[in-house]
């Protein structure tokens, strides 16, 4: 069991403001330090009130402003395949919460296509496919994110991948399309699980008691069919960063730690 869980850390805020907060400053430090290198950073977010509250902290930091954002590539876990405007996208929730702000070149936003756009759901999978791939390097058919974010849903699913079913086996493409979703939409886009465990880091955000199981699961080992979150993992760290509620059936020896 020691090995399922021994490279990954577990960060714990006393409340989900604060830890959005939290991890806000962190993903600024790392972003601020790559760029003021003139290096590229790839980032890949994700959707639902947590990606959402980490944007919109990250906005109202100073150290937004001394940022070369022009150096800096956001991409997504995954999409719901539905119109540009709609709610549901999470390409809109990040653009409200923090892109628009940003001094930002607007082909440095890799959007996944949306449903009103003329194309079907295979056309979006293959074109963010496409995409991914022309920044690929070193033989990888995706760039390799500095930071991959992810939220972690109470059965353990992350991006669109969900337990129990075929998409999270997919391992030689790196998108796939997503028909009769457990959770609506219904009709999604999602990275697949080697394109986001190439990531160098990948960070997952969860909070209140409904992903305590889930978290608890994913810490200890479980089967990445059964609980996907268990099997993403990034190449240098692997960070659930959680609150106290999520945390508080998992034993002490688990989240005890500090990253």
Known sequence: MVEAWAEKFVVIGPDPASLAASVADRFLDRVGKRAGEGKTVHVSLTGGSMGAAVLSAASRSTEVSKIDWSLVHFWWSDERFVSRDDTDRNEKQAREALLDSLDLP?????????????????????AY??????????GRLWPSFDICFLGVGP???????????????????????????????????????PVINDSK???MVLTGADKASALGLALAGASYSNVPAAGAKGRKRTVFFVDEMAAEKVPHELIDREY
């Open 155 to 193: 059965d353990g699913h992350i991006a669109s991948l969900f337990p129990d079913r075929g998409e999270i086996h997919i391992t030689d493409a790196a998108t796939v399309v997503v028909r009769d979703s457990p959770k609506p939409p219904p009709e999604r886009v999602s990275m697949t699980r």
């Open 201 to 203: 880091r990948v960070w």
């Open 106 to 126: 607007a082909e440095n936003i890799h959007a996944i296509a949306a449903a009103d756009e003329g194309g079907t759901l295979d056309d979006a999978a293959a």
């Open 129 to 138: 496919a496409s995409e991914l791939a022309s920044f690929g390097r070193d």
